[in-house]
């Protein structure tokens, strides 16, 4: 199946698949059916022919998803096949939101894109909403939080995922990311990055010292981040315990400089003793903040 791994459409997503032939006649006027996650299947037919050892490049109809992960199942229904046992295939795609800057998510509203995924079970996940177990039972701000296991405590093992939205960066200095979080736990926790949802990289990691909600900013101009980029906070529990009460997040903010912006960092001139009368010439040094000058 040809497709990207992320996708910033909800509706009209094309699905295009490659078929192999591995028999010794023609193939034409078969079946092609796939599933967007337990959906009911979607079924074409294939009209054209595909010839021995041959491959063809098919269109399939478009369908409409929501925002998250989802997994696509490809295969061939035609009766005469004798060999059914290569005739699926199945891929992981993310429909993303696409956010451009100033964000600043208090997380009360609509979802503005944020989606999680738990990788090894399903007890121990990220939700939305009025966190309510042990020192992770409040919010920054508001009454709602993105939080693991709103109600509950983790499992040991586990691993699970909280993706952001895909933000636009400006390739410009002094473009900040920011957060409120509350961790109570010592397992695992770090903040990656991609641009392509298939290579991440680690911008921080995070150790326990104490519960309570902290201010976590980071100037991501430093570390050279810029176009459409995901986040995501990866939480991994080992099989130790007790294990802790979790983590909460709250009150996401993202900004870039204004176009114009200048700030006055130092009087260079007179200095404070100056052994002159009349006119003192002055001399300011200043900083440029903004994204253009004249």
């Not at 709103?150 to 920011?178: G, I, K, Q, R």
């Not at 949802?197 to 050279?224: E, I, K």
């Amino acid at each position: 199946m040809h497709r990207h791994n992320y996708n910033f459409a909800l509706s009209n997503i094309p699905v295009v698949i490659k078929v192999l032939n591995n028999g010794t006649v023609a193939a034409s006027n078969f079946p092609i059916k796939y599933t967007i996650d337990n959906l009911p299947p979607v079924t074409y037919t294939y009209t054209g022919t595909v010839a021995p050892l041959s491959y063809a490049t098919i269109s399939l109809p478009a369908f409409t998803s929501t925002l998250g992960i989802h997994k696509i199942k490809a295969y061939t229904a035609w009766a005469i096949d004798s060999v059914k046992s290569n005739d699926t295939l199945t891929k992981k795609i993310y429909c993303a939101k696409f956010q451009t800057l100033p964000v600043n998510d208090n997380l009360e509203g609509a979802n503005e894109g944020w989606y999680n995924e738990s990788v090894t079970d399903t007890a121990t996940k990220w939700e939305l909403g009025q966190p309510n177990y042990g020192q992770t039972s409040t919010t920054h701000s508001g009454t709602k939080a993105w939080d693991i296991n709103l109600n509950t405590a983790y499992t040991n093992n586990a691993e699970t995922y909280l993706y952001s939205p895909f933000w636009d960066l400006p390739a410009v200095p002094n473009v900040t990311l920011s957060f409120w979080m509350n961790m109570c736990t010592s397992d695992q926790l770090t903040l990656e990055y991609s641009p392509d949802t298939a290579n991440w990289y680690t911008l921080a990691t995070y150790v326990y010292t104490q519960c309570g909600y902290f201010q976590y900013t980071y100037d991501l101009s430093q570390w050279g981040i810029s176009g459409k980029t995901q986040f995501r906070l990866h939480f991994k529990s080992d099989n130790g315990f007790p294990n802790g009460d979790g983590v909460s997040i709250d009150d996401i903010i993202l900004t870039s400089p204004p176009s114009y912006d200048f700030t006055i960092t130092k009087i260079a001139y007179p200095q404070p003793v100056h052994q002159m009368y009349g006119q003192i010439p002055v001399g300011i040094q200043i900083k440029i903040w903004g994204k253009q000058y004249q």
